[in-house]
């Protein structure tokens, strides 16, 4: 495929953006692509398409939420989570809960990766309280948070538990740590808090059976992604 054809269907992509995003951004959207595809030839696309996976529902996500009324975003919100927990329960051995565990997991490393999350985790935090009420959907996220942490504490002594749940129950306790540390990271940092955030709600998926730890990562998983990943800090203070 001649490198004009590459570029025509790059072009023909971008139309999956928001318009505005497209206005904002598709200029120099198409002048990146087009200085890969100059330097790599059709190898820009291995850089370009998980892009495009990755970003594109995102700021749909983020145009739709943001075209909503209050009243509309909680109706929207109510739908999704009624929807996915009735797909959950659907798939009766929890199909569903897994596909979205191995997408967001693998979504959320390349975004690490990509942008060095890993070491801006660390830095300035924000007071637990404050950091746990800077949005409508962070309260949800510390209290799965504490729960993680209270459950890894409940599980640890139960019998049998050597070479099994003392792992379990580490792992736990681990993603436990990272959703408070990714709260009270977030107001100084949104895309190192985000990330974490979204990683450390992961394990609430598999509990599917249960409904309400699926349903509270799916509400947390709506409102950060619609929060954004921009380097903008998010003030830990009640909206």
Do not use: K
């Not at 495009?52 to 509309?72: K, N």
């Not at 660390?122 to 949800?140: D, F, I, N, V, Y």
């Not at 309400?212 to 921009?230: E, R």
């Amino acid at each position: 495929m001649r490198p004009a054809r590459h570029q025509a269907a790059y072009r023909s992509l971008l139309w999956l953006y928001p318009r505005s995003f497209r206005r904002d951004f598709g200029a120099d959207m198409r002048q990146l692509f087009g200085d890969r595809l100059r330097d790599r030839g059709r190898l820009a696309w291995l850089e370009t398409a998980p892009d495009l996976v990755r970003t594109v529902p995102v700021q749909r996500l983020e145009a739709t939420m943001a075209s909503f009324s209050s009243g509309a975003r909680v109706l929207a919100l109510a739908v999704i989570v009624v929807g996915a927990v009735a797909v959950s329960v659907g798939f009766g051995a929890g199909a569903a809960p897994l596909l979205v565990i191995i997408a967001g997991v693998a979504g959320l490393v390349a975004l690490l990766a990509q942008r060095g999350i890993l070491r801006r985790a660390g830095g300035e935090r924000a007071p637990l309280w404050p950091a746990a009420t800077q949005a409508w959907w962070a309260p949800l996220a510390a209290i799965l948070g504490v729960a993680m942490l209270v459950f890894a504490v409940g599980t640890v002594f139960e019998a049998h538990n050597w070479g099994g749940r003392i792992f379990g129950s580490s792992v736990m306790a681990a993603f436990g740590a990272v959703m408070l540390l990714g709260l009270m990271r977030r107001p100084f940092d949104r895309a190192a808090g985000n990330a974490m955030i979204l990683l450390a709600s992961t394990p609430a998926f598999p509990f599917f059976w249960l409904v309400v730890p699926t349903v509270v990562a799916i509400v947390i998983w709506i409102g950060v992604l619609a929060s954004g990943f921009d380097e903008a800090p998010a003030p830990a203070t009640t909206t």
